[in-house]
């Protein structure tokens, strides 16, 4: 169930509805947007009888939820969801940019990468000091004392911290140490870890389940969200397919398909979702053109002699002509319309579009 307020709406009239919702043992999601407040109610296991609210002071409409998610749509909130950590910004009108190694291996190694994630202007530094890896006789990260490292990066360089909690403890370090609590594939419905990142009051970047829908990843999120926590932002990084070319399949659409239903931010990884670096530059491009709020990259100042996901780590200089390259395309892009159509910015400025100039000979025909 989700109640629309009317615009005019007062603070004491949306804590009287609140304060129902409580008082008979739900939960109030309340979601302020540009225009009207609505609030998500959870905790039922059942359907909600939706008239007692409906004649409360400032309601504008009750809505009864029939799909399955209830905090992460658009009817929950029209306005798109904006990250922020003090100026690091992720869904807004710029491209965030998280990059780094995909593990944290030694001080010098960590500076360097470090060094050049400050040059091309990212604001975010991944780097996982715990890994989740396949083998259990590969490097299994540096696990605490990889925090020591990536404290004096945050510390030096200025940037934010995204790094994966494997295990519930981990948030707690993250909480203490760090700025986002990255939840990876294969932990993407690890429900105990999901929930403990919903009573975090950091952000959650959640990555694509290897093998889930977009309705699962959407149910994960929802997972987060209705802990308390909607500083939620996805992450496409390839599922697997029948395909032996990549080390997953980037699934672009999930970009447009998300916006469609979701106010979340969407972030692409094309460096898990190809594995191999040649790949990497030509699936952030289209990443962006196909509207994504960002990218996350791995890079290494040495990739081979990376302990981890060393054939997909971009060299430094292929790394910055990667950022030139997507903030020239990004440039070009809607910064929010739905459908990345109607809002371009024209490439020449002063030449109309296409589109407009469509319209303007359609008009003139109209008139002769
Ligand atoms: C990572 O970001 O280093 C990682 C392990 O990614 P994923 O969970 O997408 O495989
Ligand atoms: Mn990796």
């Known amino acids: ?52 609210f409906e004649n409360l002071a400032g309601v504008a409409e009750v809505i009864r939820v029939t799909k399955p998610y209830k905090l992460i749509t658009l009817d929950l909130r029209p306005d798109r969801t904006i990250v922020r950590l003090d100026d690091a ?14 593990a944290i291996e030694s001080r010098d190694q960590a500076f360097a990468i470090a060094t050049i994630v400050q040059q091309s202007g990212a604001r975010f530094f991944r780097g996982c000091v715990w890994k989740p890896r396949t083998s259990p006789y590969t490097f299994q990260g540096m696990g605490d004392k990889g925090w020591e490292i990536l404290s004096a990066v945050r510390d030096e360089f200025d940037l934010k911290i995204v790094t994966e909690a494997v295990e519930e403890s981990h948030i707690d370090v993250i909480e203490n140490l760090g700025d986002v609590i990255q939840i990876g594939a294969r932990n993407m419905q690890n429900f105990p870890l999901l929930k403990r990142a919903g009573r975090s009051r950091l952000p959650v970047l ?22 308390g926590n909607y500083n939620v932002i996805l992450c496409e990084r390839g599922v697997r397919t029948f395909a032996q070319h990549t080390r997953n399949t980037l699934d672009l659409a999930s970009v447009p398909a998300i916006r469609r239903i979701s106010h979340l931010p969407v972030m692409v990884d094309p460096s898990h979702g190809t594995g191999t670096a040649y790949m990497v530059t030509p699936l952030a491009r289209a990443g962006v053109a196909a509207g994504a709020d960002g990218l996350m990259i791995e890079v290494h100042n040495r990739p081979e002699l990376a302990l981890s996901d060393s054939a997909q780590a971009l060299t430094p ?52």
């Not at 603070?11 to 509805?17: K, L, T």
Request: contains cysteine.
């Open 1 to 52: 169930m989700l109640i629309v307020m009317k615009p005019g709406a007062t603070a004491s009239e949306i804590d009287a509805v609140i304060n129902i919702i409580e008082t008979v043992g739900f939960r109030a999601h309340s979601m302020p947007g540009a225009t009207r407040t609505a609030i998500g109610i959870t905790g039922n296991e059942g359907p909600i009888d939706g008239r007692r």
């Open 206 to 227: 959640l990555k694509r389940g290897m093998a889930a829908t977009l309705e699962e990843w959407l149910l994960a999120a929802e997972y987060i969200m209705a802990e």
């Open 89 to 102: 910004t992720i869904g807004d009108s710029k491209l965030s940019i998280i990059a780094g190694p995909c």
């Open 317 to 368: 200089s292929q790394y910055l002509e990667l950022v030139d390259e997507v903030q020239a395309i990004h440039q070009v892009m809607a910064p929010t319309g739905n459908d990345g159509l109607n809002n371009r910015r024209n490439m020449t400025p002063g030449k109309p579009s296409l589109l407009e100039q469509s319209r303007h000979s359609n008009r003139r025909e109209s008139l002769s």
